[in-house]
């Protein structure tokens, strides 16, 4: 298996006016005469800054599925080259942003990628008191999606809530629960429900997972960038940003996308997986969990007591013939429930 890092290129997001290169010469010479800087003189900085990583991000992607010593990846190199003889200026601004004050700046200080210079806590577990929430049929879009489809094999976790903040819950030794597919120990995958369509699974928090030495803290971009001062704008701008994760209350189903994993020691940084031959695997890395997930609700269309049943897939749309295996929603009645089928 491959590990696939979200490499350090400056991915600035665009939220100040234009500045053409006239505008950037006038800001560089302000610099090299130690003049004061002024708001609209960051504005032209991070614009600057922001068409170079646009265009350098989009190359790198290239680069990054691409064996190391192909000829088309050698000619995006040169292509990343001949961009940064375009943005002479990069390293200069760079380094002026990064070590300005937000009171220098006059507007929200910007993240690079993972050249963050802000840390993030993470959740302090001894914090809370927690009590058992509920149970969850959990598809495991972490490590499962290293190897197939999170949603072929899901298995029950345990979830628990922080009695002081009913928003916050956490899976509770995921990777140690039976049917999980992987061997883990102890540990928890935090997550915020505090704003129904963005929810957040805070970094810093171990799973009780190893992955080759290294013991793994699982969390999504919504809930890395967060805990790094940023709010919910800016994160939706970030250019590796898939979708919202989401709970939908109809069918008590969290969906979290965005998917990322580090370890202690790696600073702040995010990672995904790859597959063998260097494409991303990031589509796939989505996890869902279905709450309120009654084991002993494991039935066959054939075997149903309750008479007549209808089933309907997590979309509302009623289904013929559910599929072994699959999650739907059995209404036989008046009743409803979420059922996954023999």
């Not at 120990?185 to 171990?206: C, Q, R, T």
């Not at 969390?219 to 994160?235: A, S, T």
């Amino acid at each position: 298996m491959k590990i696939f890092k979200i490499i350090a290129v400056l991915a600035v997001v665009l939220l100040a006016a234009c500045g053409g290169s006239d505008d950037a010469s006038k800001v560089a010479s302000k610099i090299q005469s130690n003049e004061q800087l002024t708001e609209s003189d960051y504005k032209v900085m991070v614009d600057y800054c922001g068409k170079y990583a646009e265009s350098a991000q989009k190359i790198q992607d290239q680069i990054n599925n691409l064996p190391v010593d192909s000829e088309e990846s050698e000619k995006l190199n040169e292509d990343m080259s001949d961009l940064a003889s375009k943005y002479p200026l990069v390293s200069e601004f760079f380094g002026k942003i990064t070590t300005a004050t937000e009171e220098e700046v006059g507007y929200r200080m910007l993240a690079f990628r993972h050249v963050i210079y802000k840390k993030g806590d993470g959740v302090d577990m001894a914090a809370h008191q927690w009590e058992h929430f509920t149970t969850a049929l959990f598809e495991d879009g972490w490590l499962t999606s290293s190897t197939g489809s999170p949603a072929d094999t899901p298995w029950v976790v345990e979830v628990e809530r922080a009695a002081d903040d009913e928003s916050l819950l956490r899976i509770v030794s995921p990777y140690k629960a039976e049917g999980s597919t992987f061997a883990g120990d102890e540990g928890y995958i935090a997550l915020s429900m505090a704003d129904h369509d963005f929810v957040k699974v805070y970094p810093n928090v171990l799973c009780g997972y190893t992955h080759m030495g290294y013991p793994l803290n699982l969390f999504n971009l919504e809930g890395f960038f967060d805990m790094l001062g940023y709010d919910r704008e800016w994160i939706e701008l970030y250019p590796k940003f898939h979708d919202n994760s989401y709970y939908d209350v109809d069918t008590k189903t969290i969906t979290i996308y965005n998917c990322r994993y580090n370890f202690p020691g790696s600073g702040n940084s995010a990672y995904l997986w790859s597959g063998n031959s260097g494409e991303s695997l990031a589509d796939r890395m989505v996890a869902r969990l279905h709450l309120d997930y009654d084991p002993a609700s494991v039935l066959s269309p054939e075997t149903d007591a309750d008479g007549e049943a209808e089933y309907y897939n997590l979309q509302g749309i009623r289904v013929t013939t559910p599929a072994a295996g699959g999650i739907y929603i059995r209404r036989c009645g008046n009743e409803a429930v979420k059922v996954r089928v023999n």
